[in-house]
């Protein structure tokens, strides 16, 4: 089976285990993928990322936080799709909830968190935003 949205579907994973109260949740591997869970283990939203070799196949095990550890992913909603590309400039990054969640993403220069895209002044496809 082959996915159009990878990022989509990694998105839903994470709503998903988070919804059903689960403490971790196995990804397909990527290296956008695996930025992403970088980033959102950085920025406080899941406990911890690693990557799995299984056999020939390889994942990414990501930790959510539970109610209990406070913080963990609320909301998740995917901005660019495979159909509809949206591009920023380093002027109109958006803030997400007034500052309060993380928009990412691809820039020239990587993945990064739509704050320090603002900082570096550079702009690129949005990715998600998170909160």
């Known amino acids: 089976m082959s996915v159009t949205d990878p990022i989509a579907d990694m998105l839903t994973r994470l709503r998903n285990a988070r ?3 689960l403490t971790s949740v196995e990804i397909p591997h990527s290296k956008l993928k695996s930025d992403l869970a970088r980033i959102l283990k950085r920025e406080g939203y899941i406990a911890d990322c690693a990557v799995v070799k299984d056999g020939g196949k390889t994942r990414i095990k990501v930790g959510l936080k539970g109610d209990a550890e406070g913080g963990g992913i609320v909301g998740l909603r995917r901005i660019s799709t495979p159909g509809l590309r949206r591009y ?18 691809s820039t020239s220069s990587g993945v ?15 990715l998600c935003h998170v909160w």
């Open 19 to 21: 919804m059903r109260g």
């Open 88 to 105: 920023v400039g380093a002027r109109d990054v958006p803030r997400v909830l007034g500052g309060m969640g993380i928009c990412i993403l």
């Open 112 to 126: 990064m968190t739509g704050q320090e895209a603002r900082k570096k002044n550079v702009g690129g496809e949005v």
